[in-house]
């Protein structure tokens, strides 16, 4: 059985910082590529960012140098570090785990972004 968890999420201010970890079982993890979206209250899921199996890593223009994806194979886990959070960073965040026609997804970490 396939399983991703995410985790991480929180309530933060604007400007400060969170890290969310998306654990993997039940695949050898070191294949996928691994992709981080977010989905805000009445929109549509958006993707954030991926890492491939090889390690090269790609961002959606908006959060291109304020968060960072990478993968610890060895842990079975992918982060996405946050930093200079802005209130539309708000939304339940999601990871992906994808190979060929395998393609597996967590359940979501909320994220908060409000003073």
């Known amino acids: 059985q396939v399983l991703l968890v995410e985790s991480g999420g929180g309530l933060v201010q604007p400007g400060g910082s969170l890290r969310l970890s998306c654990a993997a079982s039940?695949?050898?993890?070191?294949?996928?590529?691994i992709g981080w979206y977010h989905q805000a209250p009445g929109k549509q899921r958006e993707w954030v960012a991926t890492i491939s199996a090889a390690g090269s890593t790609n961002y959606a223009d908006s959060v291109k140098g304020r968060f960072t994806i990478s993968r610890d194979n060895a842990k079975n886990t992918v982060y996405l570090q946050m930093n200079s959070l802005k209130p539309e960073d708000t939304a339940v965040y999601f990871c992906?785990?994808?190979?060929?026609?395998?393609?597996?997804w967590g359940q979501g970490t909320k994220v908060t972004v409000s003073s």
């Open positions: 039940g695949i050898i993890f070191s294949f996928y590529a």
């Open positions: 992906d785990a994808r190979l060929g026609d395998g393609d597996y």
